[in-house]
């Protein structure tokens, strides 16, 4: 089993900045791809940012340019930084990891963007 806790989600104006971070506990061994994804209300969850073990990088259009994805040198956090961030944004995001062919999930944060 993998556990997965994310910080660092809160209220931020329109134009600021926020840092997402997610540490990953248990069985971490062999994770290949962290990612964030997002939920808003009404909508479907979607991807935000994804990074490969070996460094690879994914954003959404909507993201691209603003966030930026990284992975600590231990392989087991992964960080959002989230800049120009607009009401859109606002959403529960979520980190993933994915280790073998399963997916775990960590509880999610909410980060919500004031106009």
């Known amino acids: 089993q993998v556990q997965l806790v994310e910080s660092g989600g809160g209220l931020v104006q329109a134009g600021g900045s926020l840092r997402l971070s997610c540490a990953a506990s248990?069985?971490?061994?062999?994770?290949?791809?962290m990612a964030w994804h997002r939920q808003a209300p009404g909508k479907q969850r979607e991807l935000v940012a994804g990074?490969?073990?070996?460094?690879?990088?994914n954003f959404a259009d909507s993201v691209k340019g603003r966030f930026t994805i990284s992975r600590g040198n231990a392989k087991n956090t992964v960080h959002l930084q989230m800049n120009n961030l607009k009401p859109e944004d606002t959403a529960v995001y979520y980190c993933?990891?994915?280790?073998?062919?399963?997916?775990?999930w960590g509880q999610g944060t909410q980060v919500t963007v004031s106009a």
């Open positions: 248990g069985i971490i061994f062999s994770i290949n791809d």
């Open positions: 990074i490969t073990i070996g460094g690879s990088l």
């Open positions: 993933a990891a994915r280790r073998g062919s399963i997916t775990y």
